[in-house]
């Protein structure tokens, strides 16, 4: 299963919203058949999100440069996360 985007409005940060709503991918992913894991990509600046997703048991799988010129020549660096379900 792939977590293409999630996003809390700033006024309601830190308030364990985005905690809430990764528990609830990661519980709706474990209800289906055959899943094994939840995967999703963020970049190197998105600091709170990572350690988010760190927090919730994601671990880093790998890392690549963002595929664009910016990417390039900002040397961004995009990190895959994953999640094994038992």
Not at 11 to 32: C, I, K, P, S, T
Request: hydrophobic share 40%; with cysteine; charged share 25%.
């Amino acid at each position: 299963l792939a977590l293409k985007r999630m996003a809390v409005r700033k006024d309601y940060r830190g308030r364990g919203v985005a905690a809430a709503l990764g528990r609830a991918v990661l519980d709706f992913a474990r209800m289906q058949s055959g899943c094994r894991a939840v995967v999703l990509n963020t970049v190197m600046l998105q600091h709170e999100a990572r350690a988010l997703y760190e927090r919730l048991g994601f671990r880093p799988h790998r890392r690549y440069l963002l595929p664009t010129a910016y990417g390039r020549l900002a040397n961004c660096t995009v990190t895959t996360y994953r999640y094994d379900l038992p």
